[in-house]
């Protein structure tokens, strides 16, 4: 009986192993397994509804298109064998990568970075994605004109990656056509490089994203031409129409749902000013933006005049504000370093109306903002991978009694944000994403002082929720409802890319925080979290969900009001 139950499995499995599959009526797959889509089906076995050429597919003409399909698959040495008109078929087994060797490369790339590749099935897709990977790293070093063969050999499963990188070159010129009456000058704006600079093909990509992205250009690529240590670059573009409308839609256990409706258009004039209006509405918050980038300041070409308006609503559990700004700035922005910067400062007459919560009713305000963002480029290019780079931003808002507020005030904040390739994969393994958080809001009243109920919501620091601290609810650390006047936050995540079904990545999280009521002071209580989420990137947007467990040490007695438990946070169209 022992036997005879061993035997059965082993039965049962080489009848499977062995099945046959008719693919036509004279072709015959001995082993192995390849399903035709219809087209395949018709330039393999024939169709009686085929053209003239295709109603009977001779069986030479039938081995050869079967040959090519099984080598797509993997199969790179099938048996065929012909007995009149009839044709069987052997698949043989799938090949796969066993090894990978670069030569000639003198250490500018090294296959072992090269991921999903060893143990991975030889097709020619897969081959074509190794060349990619090559040609494109070897272009993002500033070898413009590189010469990749990859060959696979099926003996043993070693792939060979033979370079031959040439010289590395500056981008010497960049000529443009299809601009039509815009202002040449108006493309350096948008473009992440210039003359002299090493080249980089991610930098041409950027260039042509922003354009694509701004509505200014309908479609743009680069073409380059090398000749000796310099690239000649060449923009095609085709100016489309200068308006552009976005709609979105996202939902978070915090903002549950949102819209996002975004208006642009660009071409105002020769040297694309625009003309930007947003409107943001959610339960807890509705804003509308109407913003410009006017280029009509004499002395500058890059720089821009933009009046801007604001109108919101804001509910939060101890807050209702009303608030609108209506202000002007001189903004620049411009490309140094491979840093995309953006800068603009100007006055804005503020009207704030706390209808319930602590804050001023019904007052009118100048106050002075400014705002400094820096993003290197590789950040920029991967914002939706969200894989590596870093943005940094400071922003500066103060008040004046003499101008119409009831204090005297400045906020300082100070954002900045890193993601790290570890191990620099392609692509990437194990994502490791931090960020940093200073602010400090100075005032000759402390958050004690009865004045201080005069101070606006946005001078004021609120914690909690997926913006910092994702161990506590949405803004739940809020000092009795005054909020805090001085803050420091340090949150990381890392994130395992790829590595199971459905592109889903886990993720662990560690975030802590000091907050301090008073001007340039942090309090002894520590606040930290920490747990686990999942990301998966979908065609639609990113999905995102996080348990995390909120600590405090150091607790004192202000500190009691705050629970210490798990929190969910679920988010669709948010990242880190």
């Given amino acids: 009986m022992r036997a005879l139950a061993l035997f059965i499995p082993c039965f049962l499995f ?49 081995q050869y298109q079967l040959n090519v399909l099984l080598q797509e698959s993997g199969y790179l040495t099938p048996r065929f064998e012909r007995t009149g008109d009839r044709l069987d078929v052997w698949s043989g087994p799938r090949t796969v990568f066993k090894d990978l060797k670069v030569h000639g490369a003198d250490g500018l790339l090294e296959g072992s970075k090269k991921r999903k590749v060893i143990g991975e099935t030889i097709t020619p897709a897969k081959l074509d994605e190794i060349n990619q990977w090559a040609d494109t790293d070897l272009r993002s070093k500033g070898y413009a004109c590189p010469q990749v063969d990859v060959k696979a050999q099926v003996w043993d ?26 202002d040449e000058d108006t493309l350096a704006r948008y473009l992440a490089f210039e003359a002299g600079d090493w080249y980089d093909v991610r930098e041409t990509q950027l260039s042509v994203n922003r354009l694509l992205s701004d509505g200014l250009i309908q479609s743009a690529y680069f073409t380059s031409s090398c000749r000796g240590d310099q690239v000649d670059l060449h923009l095609r573009a085709d100016v489309g129409r200068p308006r552009l409308f976005r709609f979105g839609v996202g939902a978070s256990t915090e903002e549950f749902p949102f819209l996002d409706i975004w208006f642009k258009n660009t071409k105002l004039d020769g040297r694309a000013s625009s003309l930007t209006a947003t409107l943001y509405a959610s339960p807890r918050v509705q804003r509308f933006n109407l913003g410009t980038e006017l280029y009509i300041l004499p002395f500058t070409k890059r720089g821009y005049f933009g009046p801007r308006f604001q109108t919101a609503r804001k509910t939060e559990r101890f807050l209702e504000e009303l608030s609108g700004k209506a202000g002007a700035d001189v903004g620049r922005n411009w490309d140094k370093w491979s840093v995309r910067w953006r800068g603009r400062a100007g006055p804005t007459l503020n009207y704030v109306n706390t209808v319930k919560g602590k ?37 500066y808002s103060g008040q004046r009694a003499e101008l119409g507020s009831y204090l005297n005030v400045d906020k300082y904040q100070f954002n900045y944000k890193q993601l790290f390739n570890l191990g620099g994969f392609s692509p990437p393994l194990v994502v490791l994403g931090t960020r940093f958080e200073l602010t400090s809001v100075n005032s000759k009243t402390d958050l004690r002082d009865p004045n201080a109920k005069k101070l606006p919501s946005d001078y004021r620091v609120f914690f909690g929720g997926d913006d910092n601290l994702r161990g506590f609810g949405r803004k739940i650390l809020n000092n009795n409802d005054f909020g805090y006047l001085t803050a420091g936050y340090a949150g990381f995540e890392m994130r395992l890319i790829e590595q199971l079904p459905y592109h889903l990545e886990p993720f662990v999280l560690y975030d802590i925080a000091k907050l301090g009521d008073g001007r340039a002071n942090l309090d002894d209580p520590i606040f930290t979290s920490w747990g686990l989420g999942l990301r998966w990137p979908s065609p639609f947007g990113t999905l995102r969900g996080s348990a995390a467990r909120g600590r405090i040490y150091n607790e004192n007695q202000d500190t009691a009001m705050y629970p210490q438990e798990w929190v969910f946070f679920l988010s669709f169209g948010q990242e880190f």
């Fill in 359 to 395: 804050g001023p009713r019904d007052v009118l305000f100048l106050s002075y903002d400014a705002s400094l963002l820096a993003m290197n480029h590789v950040y920029e290019s991967g914002l939706s991978t969200q894989f590596e780079g870093w943005q940094a931003s400071l922003d």
């Fill in 157 to 182: 499963g070693l792939v060979n990656v033979s370079v031959n990188p040439g010289i590395r070159q500056t981008v010497a010129g960049i000529r443009r056509t299809g601009l039509d009456n815009l």
């Fill in 14 to 62: 080489l009848s499977c192993a062995h099945k046959e599959t008719k693919l036509c009526d004279n072709v015959t797959l001995k082993e192995g397994r390849l399903e035709l889509s219809s087209n395949e089906q018709v330039i393999v076995c024939g169709s009686p509804k085929g053209g003239e050429g295709w109603r009977d597919v001779p069986i030479p003409q039938a």
